[in-house]
């Protein structure tokens, strides 16, 4: 029989341990607690280490945000979108979706919330479920989930629906504004997205830091916005990517007070 690998993660220490006792009672069910996002972390490198990978990650939608611990898989800029390596449920389905996009993930949830649900969704995320719902309904979408299934309670479907379409259209525009960029006002955007200053992006692309910052006001007049931080959120709406830095140094900071570094 084929055995399911599930890892259950909860900061709520009783809830994890007895849902895990619960589905490890199934034949064809082998499952693990983890009680925070860098715990759920260890997990999965451990897994990878082993050639024992999970199948399957249920993550609570009110994971606390906590520190993500260097050296455990590597996901900081992926499950973090303030730069800052947290790691709370839906961002925690992000990163792992990144690092091992094998694993379907599973949001649970205290209550149905259309947004949310559709964070999870674009997240990677392959279900979202009540947390009081049966053991014989969770199980059904765990072994759904597996045969590429999006499982969603009915009455998140059109709420759900309605927040994907939005997104798709904020999306949209996004992209339009950034193909009004010209080539180098593109890369000084994903410098930006990147976390560089003026000062750093001027040593990186070996431009002034007057030009710098004449590109960096072209770049937020264009895009509509008043700050680098506007300018970084609507650049990764349009699926703009930082600037690689390996082998670089961090820099100044992007943003002071709202007025350009």
Same mark, same amino acid.
Request: proline letters at 4%; a neutral charge; hydrophobic letters at 45%.
């Given at each position: 029989?084929?055995?399911?690998?599930?890892?259950?993660?909860?900061?709520?220490?009783?809830?994890?341990?007895?849902?895990?006792?619960?589905?490890?009672?199934?034949?064809?069910?082998?499952?693990?607690?983890?009680?925070?996002?860098?715990?759920?972390? =260890?997990?999965?490198?451990?897994?990878?280490?082993?050639? =024992?990978?999970?199948?399957?990650?249920?993550?609570?939608?009110?994971?606390?945000?906590?520190?993500?611990?260097?050296?455990?898989?590597?996901?900081?800029?992926?499950?973090?979108?303030?730069?800052?390596?947290?790691?709370?449920?839906?961002?925690?389905?992000?990163?792992?979706?990144?690092?091992?996009?094998?694993?379907?993930?599973?949001?649970?949830?205290?209550?149905?919330?259309?947004?949310?649900?559709?964070?999870?969704?674009?997240?990677?995320?392959?279900?979202?479920?009540?947390?009081?719902?049966?053991?014989?309904?969770?199980?059904?979408?765990?072994?759904?989930?597996?045969?590429?299934?999006?499982?969603?309670?009915?009455?998140?479907?059109?709420?759900?629906?309605?927040?994907?379409?939005?997104?798709?259209?904020?999306?949209?525009?996004?992209?339009?504004?950034?193909?009004?960029?010209?080539?180098?006002?593109?890369?000084?955007?994903?410098?930006?997205?990147?976390?560089?200053?003026?000062?750093?992006?001027?040593?990186?692309?070996?431009?002034?830091?007057?030009?710098?910052?004449?590109?960096?006001?072209?770049?937020?007049?264009?895009?509509?916005?008043?700050?680098?931080?506007?300018?970084?959120?609507?650049?990764?709406?349009?699926?703009?990517?930082?600037?690689?830095?390996?082998?670089?140094?961090?820099?100044?900071?992007?943003?002071?007070?709202?007025?350009?570094?």
């Amino acid at each position: 029989m084929a055995r399911i690998r599930v890892l259950v993660v909860d900061d709520h220490r009783i809830f994890a341990e007895s849902l895990a006792a619960a589905l490890a009672a199934e034949p064809d069910v082998d499952v693990s607690a983890a009680g925070s996002g860098p715990a759920a972390l =260890r997990c999965l490198d451990r897994s990878v280490a082993e050639s =024992r990978r999970y199948d399957v990650m249920l993550v609570d939608a009110d994971l606390g945000a906590v520190a993500n611990p260097a050296g455990t898989l590597a996901v900081a800029q992926a499950v973090s979108e303030n730069g800052e390596g947290v790691v709370d449920g839906i961002s925690l389905v992000a990163g792992v979706r990144s690092v091992q996009p094998a694993v379907r993930t599973v949001v649970l949830a205290e209550k149905d919330d259309p947004h949310r649900a559709a964070l999870a969704l674009q997240a990677g995320a392959s279900g979202w479920v009540a947390k009081d719902c049966s053991l014989q309904r969770l199980l059904a979408v765990i072994r759904g989930v597996l045969r590429d299934e999006t499982h969603l309670p009915p009455a998140l479907l059109t709420g759900v629906l309605r927040e994907l379409t939005a997104a798709r259209k904020h999306r949209t525009e996004s992209e339009q504004l950034v193909e009004s960029l010209t080539p180098r006002e593109r890369e000084v955007l994903r410098c930006m997205v990147a976390g560089l200053g003026r000062k750093a992006v001027a040593e990186r692309l070996f431009l002034s830091p007057h030009t710098v910052r004449t590109h960096m006001q072209n770049v937020l007049g264009k895009l509509g916005v008043h700050s680098t931080l506007a300018a970084v959120a609507l650049a990764r709406r349009a699926g703009v990517g930082p600037a690689d830095l390996s082998g670089d140094l961090a820099g100044d900071v992007v943003e002071r007070g709202g007025q350009l570094a």
